[in-house]
T-cell receptor, first 118, second 111 residues
């Protein structure tokens, strides 16, 4: 299994540009989520999905959109990039509550995308 | 909502023992996770506690007291490679079932 994959690894954008960060998992996990990580701020939840066709907002959703058309993929869209969105973005996946069971209900993280907005 | 507190930074000596504390406030506690994150890398799972007590896994142990809203991660026989950030994350039974993370503790291990 490849686990959780993210592309691109690095990206530089100009203010106002849009782009999509890709995330895919091959573990048949129902739950997927996007976090951003900034120095001193820990991991903050942007959006999450509990299954194909179902998404919801996390702690810091403004400026981002998501969709979940398949179980495997969960792309994150930046609509109009701003310097405040400069961050490291992590995608994660896990089993759902119904299928969770210690120790398998942990989250698995992708390698991250390092985004700079100029 | 949830409130999770852990120290920002700790230092320790190679071969020693270090304890990293995490306190939390949440409604409907449903599990606490510890993750390790090396600089420039993704977090990786270390331990999970949902019942009170100590979970031991090699050099790492994690303790939970639900009544006190308190957990700690104990690292024994410290090695230089243990220099990393340690993230405490709490899951609640209501809402998304997605854990909320603390700000992490940066551990520096000196020779």
């Amino acid at each position: 299994n490849a686990g959780v994959t993210q592309t691109p690894k690095f990206q530089v954008l100009k203010t106002g540009q849009s782009m999509t960060l890709q995330c895919a998992q091959d573990m048949n996990h129902e739950y997927m989520s996007w976090y951003r990580q900034d120095p001193g701020m820990g991991l903050r939840l942007i959006h999450y999905s509990v299954g194909a066709g179902i998404t919801d907002q996390g702690e810091v959703p403004n400026g981002y959109n998501v969709s979940r058309s398949t179980t495997e993929d969960f792309p994150l869209r930046l609509l109009s990039a701003a310097p405040s969105q400069t961050s490291v973005y992590f995608c994660a996946s896990s089993y759902s509550r119904a299928n969770a069971g210690y120790p398998t209900d942990t989250q698995y993280f992708g390698p991250g995308t390092r985004l700079t907005v100029l | 909502g949830q409130n999770i507190d852990q120290p920002t930074e700790m230092t320790a000596t190679e071969g020693a023992i270090v304890q990293i504390n995490c306190t939390y406030q949440t409604s409907g506690f449903n599990g606490l996770f510890w993750y390790q994150q090396h600089a420039g890398e993704a977090p990786t799972f270390l331990s999970y506690n949902v019942l009170d007590g100590l979970e031991e896994k090699g050099r790492f142990s994690s303790f939970l007291s639900r009544s006190k809203g308190y957990s700690y991660l104990l690292l024994k026989e410290l090695q230089m490679k243990d220099s990393a950030s340690y993230l405490c994350a709490v899951r609640s039974s209501g809402g998304s079932y997605i854990p909320t993370f603390g700000r992490g503790t940066s551990l520096i291990v000196h020779p």
